[in-house]
């Protein structure tokens, strides 16, 4: 399946974040969700073949990598309080979308 | 105006009732339709896709109105186990947009 880490991470307003997630086997586009408190998950970007493959709008502080063995990293620079949230990693095929994501279990970050 | 929308409730429903979620969306180009369960602090997993045709896993039973661009949700005899947080997905191009969920609790 999908994995994320850090499960829970505190940081302090103003520091930088890297979240980490591993993609299902054989799945080649990750997409990473931002879900804040009693909201539904809001799309940050998706990475296919190591390119931003589309983005929601976030701000540019947050970037993200994708890595030749599918695994991805979200970065947050600058950290605001509104920052605290679940990141969700979702894996897929590209093109297969119409058979939906599997989610990772998701990084819970608190901005302090 | 948001692309997806649903009443988040909450339900409180007892067991063995029959409780039906909606939810509307905002594109017409949208191309795949989801309901997600998700528990307390637990990530979203995927229930069931919707298909125009209707379909139906158990006691759930999923239909979409593409005319009328609305998604519904249907669970028949409710379990304690059903207490959860009911979220609807769009997929328009390469994104999924979810609603903000609607929250179910199944008493005793």
């Known amino acids: 399946g999908v994995t994320q880490s850090p499960t829970h991470l505190i940081k302090t307003r103003g520091q930088q974040v890297t979240l980490r997630c591993s993609s299902q086997?054989?799945?080649?586009?990750v997409s990473w969700y931002q879900q804040a408190l009693g909201q539904g998950p809001q799309f940050i970007f998706q990475y296919y073949r190591e390119e931003e493959n589309g983005r929601g709008n976030f701000p540019p502080r947050f970037s993200g990598l994708q890595f030749p063995n599918d695994s991805s990293e979200l970065n947050v620079n600058a950290l605001e309080l509104d920052d605290s949230a679940l990141y969700l990693c979702a894996s897929s095929i590209q093109g297969t979308l119409n058979y939906g994501y599997t989610f990772g279990s998701g990084t819970r970050l608190t901005v302090v | 105006r948001k692309e997806v929308e649903q009443d988040p409730g909450p339900f409180n429903v007892p067991e063995g009732a029959t409780v039906a979620f909606n939810c509307t969306y905002s594109?017409?180009?949208?191309?795949?339709f989801f309901w997600y369960r998700q528990d307390c602090r637990k990530e979203p997993k995927l229930l069931m896709s919707?298909?125009?045709s209707g379909n139906e896993d158990g006691r759930f039973t999923a239909q979409l109105n593409r005319a009328s661009q609305y998604i519904s949700l249907l669970i028949r005899d409710s379990k304690l186990s059903d207490s959860a947080t009911y979220l609807c997905v769009v997929n328009t191009g390469n994104q999924f947009y979810f609603g903000t969920g609607t929250s179910l609790t199944v008493i005793p």
């Open positions: 594109n017409s180009a949208s191309q795949s």
């Open positions: 919707v298909y125009s």
């Open positions: 086997s054989g799945h080649n586009t």
